[in-house]
Nanobody, 115 residues
Framework: QVQLVESGGGLVQPGGSLRLSCAASGNIFRITVMGWYRQAPGKQRELVATVTSGGTTNYSDSVKGRFTISRDNAKNTVYLQMNSLKPEDTAVYYC?????????WGQGTQVTVSS
């Protein structure tokens, strides 16, 4: 079974930084797209960023210029470097991978930005 395991969440002061990691394991042939979504209390889950196997990235407007997504194809790992964090970034962050036969989600990691 394909599994996604996130790490790196935690508590941080406004303006601080965190780096999230998500490692995919199991019977993996190819992961075309990996990315991060987040869900804050009372809100819908929203796209944060995605990256293709070729390195093409896409960001939501709310995180452009502050977050950077990257991946290591050899390790089947995707990263999210989060800088200049704001309280509104507080959410559970979920890793996403477009593996067959259906996309997978990680268990989520809590990111809390608070003074």
């Amino acid at each position: 079974q394909v599994q996604l395991v996130e790490s790196g969440g935690g508590l941080v002061q406004p303006g601080g930084s965190l780096r999230l990691s998500c490692a995919a394991s199991g019977n993996i042939f190819r992961i075309t797209v990996m990315g991060w979504y987040r869900q804050a209390p009372g809100k819908q889950r929203e796209l944060v960023a995605t990256v293709t196997s070729g390195g093409t990235t896409n960001y939501s407007d709310s995180v452009k210029g502050r977050f950077t997504i990257s991946r290591d194809n050899a390790k089947n790992t995707v990263y999210l470097q989060m800088n200049s964090l704001k309280p509104e970034d507080t959410a559970v962050y979920y890793c996403y991978a477009s593996v067959t036969p259906y996309p997978r989600w990680g268990q989520g990691t809590q990111v809390t930005v608070s003074s």
